[in-house]
């Protein structure tokens, strides 16, 4: 993260978009380093211990916390000291939170439209983000870096077991960078047979540049302009 800070402050003082005055500014975080709390749990001022214990004090990076409305949850998660100091200089009015507060926001508003028990995959390069809900409650949300195909399908399969979910009935949605014809996509479809691709939320209206892709692949990002 440190490596991409120059690339960040020369956007931010060169890039006209970044000139414009905003009525609003959102940022997301897209972190590995994420712990959920219940509220009812959690004591202010113990996001340093909770995210050590979990991921480790390696790194003296900025603790920072979101409530996830209507879920009774706090998302706690480390980034770049550096980066939010900058951030702070150039967009003091900027809303930070965490791209795992907007997933999880996202799909409790959909929660009518999506199976009562399910496996949601969100791919990005060399990393997926997993959230599986049970019976309309979540019970897992968890980032995993992988090199091959076979590294996502371990950690559905071992999610689905641990959770007591079985392969060949719960239902798996995928979006980001996957597609029908991709080596993962067809890795999947070993293990899950009710494999489906996600759609742009309905309350978005998209550019028409985005009219020749799939809807699935812009999931990820289209979350957050809906969240924001």
Partial sequence: AHEVL???REALETDPLFG????SVDI???TRESVLLPENLYKSGE???????VHGDLRADKTLEDPVSGLGIRNIYRVPGDLVRLLG????????????TALLMQLREREQSLPASHLYL????HQVTVTVTRDRQFILLQSYPYDIPEDVSYHLLNAAEQLGLDPDQVPVVVSGLI????PLYHELLKYFRNLETDAAPESLVLDE?????PPHLFTPQTILSVCA
């Fill in 20 to 23: 414009r005055q905003w009525a």
């Fill in 179 to 182: 597609d029908a014809d991709s």
């Fill in 6 to 8: 120059p690339a960040c």
């Fill in 89 to 100: 200089e150039k967009l003091p009015t900027a809303r930070l939170r965490h791209e795992n």
């Fill in 28 to 30: 997301f975080f897209h």
């Fill in 47 to 53: 996001g340093d211990r909770i995210l050590s214990m």
């Fill in 122 to 125: 969100q791919v990005y390069p």
């Fill in 209 to 213: 540049a985005f009219s020749g892709y």
